[in-house]
C-alpha cells in the first residue's frame, strides 16, 4: 500500500508540474506537443524546414488565443514581438520559452548611394549603445535581450 502511494503520490507531482510549468521547454519538445505559427511567415518556413507539424493563424492574437483555450500546446514567433504580445495582453495564459531556435537579420532598406544612410547609421548606433535603448528593451521585453 505504501508502494502505491508513493507510485501515486509521484505521477501526481510529475503531471501537476507539467501543467503548471508547460510541456515545451526547448525546441525539441515540439515534436511531441500541438504547435501553431503565424500563416505565411518565416516560423512557418522553419518549422515546414524541421519537418514539425503545426497549425496556422492569421496572425499572433489568433494564436496566442488559441494557445489560452487550450487548442495548442505552444505559439512559435519572433521572439521580440511574442515577449512584447505576452507581457501586454497575455500574461495570464501563455509564458515565453527562454529559448532561439534560429537568428532573424532586419534592416532598414535606403536607395543605393542615399546621403540618408550615414546619418542613419549614426542614429541608429547612438541610440541601441545608450542606455535608453537598454531601459526600453527591459521595459518592453522583461528580461529578454533583443538587438
Given at each position: 500500500?505504501?508502494a502505491?502511494?508513493v507510485?501515486?503520490?509521484g505521477i501526481t507531482s ?12 526547448g525546441?525539441n519538445?515540439?515534436?511531441?506537443v500541438?504547435?501553431?505559427a ?8 522553419y518549422l515546414?524546414?524541421?519537418r ?11 494564436g ?18 511574442l ?11 501563455a ?9 532573424e ?18 542614429a ?19 528580461n529578454a535581450q533583443?538587438?
Amino acid at each position: 500500500m505504501i508502494a502505491i502511494a508513493v507510485f501515486t503520490a509521484g505521477i501526481t507531482s510529475t503531471l501537476t508540474r507539467r501543467g503548471l510549468e508547460g510541456a515545451v521547454h526547448g525546441f525539441n519538445d515540439l515534436r511531441s506537443v500541438r504547435v501553431g505559427a503565424v500563416a505565411n511567415s518565416a516560423t512557418t518556413d522553419y518549422l515546414s524546414r524541421q519537418r514539425l507539424s503545426f497549425r496556422t493563424f492569421p496572425d499572433i492574437q489568433g494564436g496566442l488565443s488559441a494557445l489560452g483555450r487550450g487548442t495548442i500546446d505552444a505559439f512559435v514567433h519572433d521572439k521580440p514581438l511574442l515577449t512584447w504580445m505576452v507581457r501586454s495582453d497575455f500574461s495570464a495564459s501563455a509564458r515565453v520559452v527562454d529559448t532561439s531556435f534560429s537568428s532573424e537579420s532586419y534592416a532598414i532598406v535606403l536607395p543605393k548611394g542615399s546621403a540618408l544612410r550615414p546619418m542613419l547609421d549614426l542614429a541608429v548606433l547612438d541610440q541601441i549603445e545608450g542606455d535608453w535603448w537598454q531601459q526600453t528593451v527591459f521595459e518592453t521585453l522583461g528580461n529578454a535581450q533583443s538587438r
